[in-house]
């Protein structure tokens, strides 16, 4: 009878000899470094969210972490579309890291946090923003600056908005630079 060793045994001590040889560590356990709370690590990660078929967001990611004790996702370079009741896209969120909730789809994005409202040019910046899924609202209780199409300028010490921005709230708003179209009352 003839057999053959495992390709599964073959593979570690493959794997065992490469480490006492002196060679360079794997990418892979040099990526998982960066989170030592991950179990996975994805590199351009693109997921959509939808609901009732139709689709509610899109994220996408440098590099993802994902984190399955506790069903998180932790964003590098992150960037999220949003999209309208007809599935047509409404903003754009944009975060140098986040993390994404996989079981609520609810998220949190930090570090040089914008969304912007393509269609209308208007935007709004923070340092950290928070999106509750169920509800479709984003917030932010740090200092917020809202730039309008007009070329208003708006800070407030928070907001709240739906993720279309059609319903936007400023906390405290105080304008720091008026229309140019709008001579001053």
Same mark, same amino acid.
């Given at each position: 009878m003839k057999t053959t060793a495992s390709p599964i045994i073959l593979l570690a001590i493959a794997c065992a000899s490469?480490?006492?040889?002196?060679e360079a560590p794997l990418v892979a356990e040099e990526i998982l470094q960066?989170?030592?709370r991950a179990n996975r690590v994805a590199m351009g990660l693109e997921h959509y969210v939808?609901?009732?078929?139709i689709r509610r967001a $899109? /994220?996408?990611?440098?590099?993802? #972490?994902?984190?399955?004790?506790?069903?998180?996702?932790?964003l590098r370079q992150m960037e999220v579309v949003f999209y309208d009741d007809f599935g047509y896209e409404t903003t754009?969120?944009?975060?140098?890291?986040?993390?994404?909730?996989?079981d609520s789809g609810d998220m949190t994005a930090a570090h040089d946090v914008?969304?912007?409202?393509?269609?209308?040019?208007? $935007? /709004?910046e923070s340092e950290?923003? #928070?999106?509750?899924?169920?509800g479709d609202r984003i917030w932010s209780d740090t200092h917020t600056t809202m730039y309008k199409a007009d070329g208003t300028v708006i800070e407030g010490t928070s907001f709240v908005s739906d993720s279309g921005m059609e319903d936007v709230a400023l906390t405290e708003p105080r304008i720091l630079r008026r229309s140019t179209d709008n001579p001053p009352e």
């Open positions: 490469c480490g006492e040889s002196g960066l989170n030592s939808a609901s009732e078929g $899109r /994220i996408y990611a440098d590099t993802a #972490f994902f984190i399955e004790d506790v069903a998180t996702v932790e754009v969120l944009t975060a140098r890291e986040g993390t994404y909730d996989w914008v969304i912007i409202k393509r269609q209308e040019d208007e $935007r /709004i950290e923003m #928070f999106y509750d899924r169920a």
